[in-house]
């Protein structure tokens, strides 16, 4: 009966590990929307699925705008939109916070100029 014992203790062991490391590496995602019209955005990030960010993200804009639309989505990195003096924007993702603002401001240089970063999101991984 022990040797029983044991080999259930030792299968239920292997088994939360096993848990553990699909837990550790399930992915995070996050998503930035944003309204042209208003330049109203939402956030969000942490989220288990893409759709779930980007839900998120689309129900914190829409409290402020009629308009809003997902501007980037990211999973394990950062996000950021940045807006020219015209109007014209850009957004971008990136492996940390400086390549996700770098890359929103190439994209926004593409519309207009004087770009600045005006919402930047990380997921926690």
Same mark, same amino acid.
């Given at each position: ?13 292997v088994l939360a590990s096993c848990v553990s ?28 699925? *893409? ?40 957004a971008d993702w990136g492996q940390d916070r400086e390549e996700a603002e ?16 005006? *919402?930047?999101?990380?997921?926690? *991984?």
């Open positions: 009966m022990p040797k029983f014992h044991l080999a259930i203790m030792t299968v239920a062991t490391v699909a837990e550790a590496r399930a992915d995070n995602y996050g998503a930035i929307a944003y309204s042209p019209e208003t330049g109203a955005v939402g956030w969000s990030y942490d989220h288990p699925s *893409r759709r779930q960010a980007e839900r998120a993200a689309m129900r914190n804009c829409r409290g402020y705008a009629y308009d809003c639309r997902i501007a980037t989505y990211f999973s394990n990195a950062c996000g950021a939109v940045a807006r020219a003096r015209n109007g014209g924007w850009g770098s890359n929103a401001l190439d994209a926004c240089y593409n519309h207009g100029d004087g770009c600045r970063v005006v *919402r930047w999101a990380c997921t926690s *991984r």
